[in-house]
């Protein structure tokens, strides 16, 4: 079968080739490809930053975020021939860690997991991959193409429901949500957001396709410095990693806010923030910072959901382009309208 593999820590590795068929001890249901997300994460495994190939192996099937249909499944097995389906990234470590061991392993505390496509298990951008059916989703066949977002989602339904627990810290009823970045993450937290019933504002760098499906769900665009906002949020989503970005976001925080960061630093980039002033009103204001990322199988299962629930058209703004498994290299190279680009298994 054919497949996008990198040979990982190698820049420019990147190459379709012909890999031997999944083997059965990857799991007990075969799915036929439909499609695959591209994301940072991608981009960044085929620069060679990142990425380790399977035990024995030198090439890793990259890809993360699929989309597929069932061929074989197991009776019993909770799937039939057919079913739309996407696959969980995570799997726990064999230890396992306090977290794994209770089935949080989207919480690893040992960092012995692994990852399809990314962490020393083959990912989805073949023509065919095994999965275990507890490490499968179903997807609404109404969202057919668009489930291919299910995994950005589940980030984002985790993020929204750690949101929710940090909340019951205190009696809170936020009712404002500043969503920084305006790529699918960004989106889709303000998605969940306004399905939530809060007030959502969307900062990002320029006017265009982004800031169209941004106000298409209700939210309110802006361009600009943080600093100029004219609210102090109750929910900061940061997604978009940029290091100033992330200390101006925390400092316009209301009193007992909440940051969630969903967005990875590229690196280490100069400050102009004071963080003593940052720790400052963090301390006095009962502010809260905190990281998400990778999803557990509740959260895709929240994200299906999230999804089904949103209007068609509206998904169908975030993918931006579809490219045949042949064009992979201009589906992993960003251009300035793109929101989310799909590699098509179907094309």
Same mark, same amino acid.
């Given at each position: 079968?054919?497949?996008?593999?990198?040979?990982?820590?190698?820049?420019?590795?990147?190459?379709?080739?012909?890999?031997?068929?999944?083997?059965?001890?990857?799991?007990?249901?075969?799915?036929?490809?439909l499609?695959?997300?591209?994301?940072?994460?991608?981009?960044?495994i085929?620069?060679?930053?990142?990425?380790?190939?399977?035990?024995?192996?030198?090439?890793?099937?990259?890809?993360?975020?699929?989309?597929?249909?069932?061929?074989?499944?197991?009776?019993?097995?909770?799937?039939?021939?057919?079913?739309?389906?996407?696959?969980?990234?995570?799997?726990?470590?064999p230890?396992?860690?306090?977290?794994?061991?209770?089935?949080?392993?989207?919480?690893?505390?040992?960092?012995?997991?692994?990852?399809?496509?990314?962490?020393?298990?083959?990912?989805?951008?073949?023509?065919?991959?095994?999965?275990?059916?507890?490490?499968?989703?179903?997807?609404?066949?109404?969202?057919?193409?668009?489930?291919?977002?299910?995994?950005?989602?589940?980030?984002?339904?985790?993020?929204?429901?750690?949101?929710?627990?940090?909340?019951?810290?205190?009696?809170?009823?936020?009712?404002?949500?500043?969503?920084?970045?305006?790529g699918?993450?960004?989106?889709?937290?303000?998605?969940?957001?306004?399905?939530?019933?809060?007030?959502?504002h969307?900062?990002?760098?320029?006017?265009?396709?982004?800031?169209?499906?941004?106000?298409?769900?209700?939210?309110?665009?802006?361009?600009?410095?943080?600093?100029?906002?004219?609210?102090?949020?109750?929910?900061?989503?940061?997604?978009?990693?940029?290091?100033?970005?992330?200390m101006?976001? /925390?400092?316009? %925080? @209301?009193? =007992?806010?909440?940051?969630? !960061? #969903?967005?990875?630093?590229?690196?280490?980039? &100069? $400050?102009?923030?004071?963080?003593?002033?940052?720790?400052?009103?963090?301390?006095?204001?009962?502010e809260?910072?905190?990281?998400?990322?990778?999803?557990?199988?509740?959260?895709?299962?929240?994200? /299906?959901?999230? %999804? @089904?629930? =949103?209007?068609?058209?509206? !998904? #169908?703004?975030?993918?931006?382009?579809?490219? &045949? $498994?042949?064009?992979?290299?201009?589906?992993?190279?960003?251009?300035?309208?793109?929101?989310?680009?799909?590699?098509?298994?179907?094309?």
């Amino acid at each position: 079968m054919r497949a996008l593999t990198v040979i990982p820590g190698r820049a420019d590795s990147g190459a379709v080739v012909e890999m031997p068929e999944p083997p059965e001890t990857d799991g007990s249901v075969l799915v036929r490809t439909l499609a695959v997300g591209v994301c940072g994460t991608d981009t960044e495994i085929l620069a060679g930053d990142y990425g380790w190939a399977p035990e024995g192996e030198e090439r890793l099937i990259i890809g993360h975020e699929s989309l597929g249909e069932v061929l074989e499944a197991p009776v019993g097995s909770g799937f039939s021939r057919g079913d739309l389906v996407a696959g969980v990234v995570r799997r726990p470590d064999p230890v396992p860690c306090l977290a794994c061991g209770a089935g949080e392993w989207d919480m690893c505390r040992n960092g012995r997991y692994t990852e399809r496509g990314i962490k020393q298990r083959h990912g989805f951008a073949a023509e065919r991959f095994r999965i275990e059916p507890g490490f499968l989703v179903p997807v609404d066949r109404g969202l057919e193409p668009l489930g291919v977002l299910m995994e950005p989602a589940s980030i984002l339904a985790k993020a929204w429901e750690h949101i929710a627990h940090i909340g019951l810290r205190a009696r809170w009823a936020p009712r404002t949500v500043l969503v920084t970045g305006a790529g699918p993450i960004g989106l889709l937290g303000a998605l969940m957001a306004a399905q939530r019933g809060l007030e959502v504002h969307v900062l990002a760098r320029r006017e265009g396709v982004q800031a169209e499906a941004a106000r298409a769900i209700g939210a309110t665009y802006h361009t600009g410095r943080v600093a100029d906002l004219p609210f102090h949020p109750d929910v900061v989503l940061e997604c978009t990693g940029v290091p100033a970005l992330v200390m101006e976001t /925390a400092q316009q %925080l @209301a009193p =007992a806010g909440i940051c969630c !960061l #969903a967005g990875v630093s590229a690196g280490s980039k &100069r $400050l102009c923030t004071d963080p003593g002033t940052l720790e400052r009103q963090m301390v006095l204001g009962n502010e809260v910072l905190f990281g998400a990322v990778n999803a557990n199988l509740r959260h895709y299962r929240a994200a /299906a959901e999230a %999804l @089904a629930k =949103a209007d068609r058209a509206w !998904l #169908a703004r975030l993918v931006t382009r579809r490219e &045949r $498994l042949d064009e992979w290299r201009a589906a992993v190279t960003r251009r300035p309208d793109d929101i989310k680009t799909v590699i098509d298994f179907t094309l």
